[in-house]
């Protein structure tokens, strides 16, 4: 079974810009959730889709944003990128069942840099 | 609010000592504690987790112990190996049935041999 995928690996962009990732989760997983790395803040729950609708957020700006489509991919979009948000940018697909949490298969991350 | 403290932020052992990393978690709703290792330049993954209904689990040479009552869960690592050196994050599911996971800050594991 494949694994998680993200794309683009690295991205460099200034601040301003806005930037698109990208999330193909393991076959049958219905559940994305992203996360954010930094040294400083280490890992940082972002949001999470499942069923095309976002069921968790984090304590993040609404300048990030996201998606999924009805064959789980999902994308998130961050506007007006600020140097604050260069970051590992971490997505994490999982089966989802009913009380419990599950195991979550992260992909590579795509590392974005803001000049 | 959630919150997921871990100790230590480093720590270094001899080649076939055992290792001991701690964390403690604020929310008692919390049900889901899995413990992630991540390599220099790689994804984090999954090597242990504990569901809130068994205090201890193991799988060869590691082994995750819980707590409920004092809201704290430690990974234990026995017989050490250089391969082992990395960072491990420990987390707490915080929502029932949800993926939302709070990672403690990492504990950067280094054997020496």
């Known amino acids: 079974k494949a694994g998680v995928t993200q794309t683009p690996r690295y991205l460099i962009k200034t601040r301003g810009q806005q930037v698109t990732l990208s999330c193909s989760p393991i076959?049958?997983?219905?559940?994305v959730s992203w996360y954010q790395q930094t040294p400083g803040q280490g890992l940082q729950f972002l949001f999470e889709y499942f069923s095309e609708t976002q069921r968790n957020k984090g304590n993040f700006p609404g300048r990030f944003s996201g998606r999924q489509f009805s064959n789980s991919r999902s994308e998130m979009n961050v506007s007006t990128l600020e140097l604050g948000d260069s970051a590992l940018y971490l997505c994490?697909?999982?089966?989802?069942?009913?009380?419990?949490?599950?195991?979550?298969?992260f992909g590579p991350g795509t590392r974005l840099t803001v000049l | 609010g959630e919150n997921v403290e871990q100790h230590p932020s480093t720590l270094s052992v001899q080649e076939g000592d055992s290792a001991v990393i701690k964390c403690t978690y604020s929310?008692?709703?919390?049900?889901?504690f899995p413990w992630y290792k991540q390599e220099l330049g790689k994804r984090p993954q999954l090597i242990i987790d504990?569901?809130?209904?068994?205090g201890e689990k193991k799988d060869q040479r590691i082994a995750v112990t819980l707590n409920k009552t004092a809201k704290h869960f430690s990974l234990h690592i026995t017989e050490t190996q250089p391969e082992d050196s990395a960072v491990y994050f420990c987390?707490?599911?915080?929502?029932?049935?949800?993926?939302?996971?709070?990672f403690g800050q990492g504990t950067r594991l280094t054997i020496n041999p």
């Open positions: 994490a697909s999982s089966f989802r069942s009913q009380g419990w949490g599950n195991e979550q298969f």
């Open positions: 929310d008692s709703a919390s049900n889901y």
């Open positions: 987390a707490a599911s915080l929502i029932q049935g949800a993926q939302k996971l709070v």
């Open positions: 076959s049958g997983h219905r559940s």
């Open positions: 504990i569901r809130s209904n068994v």
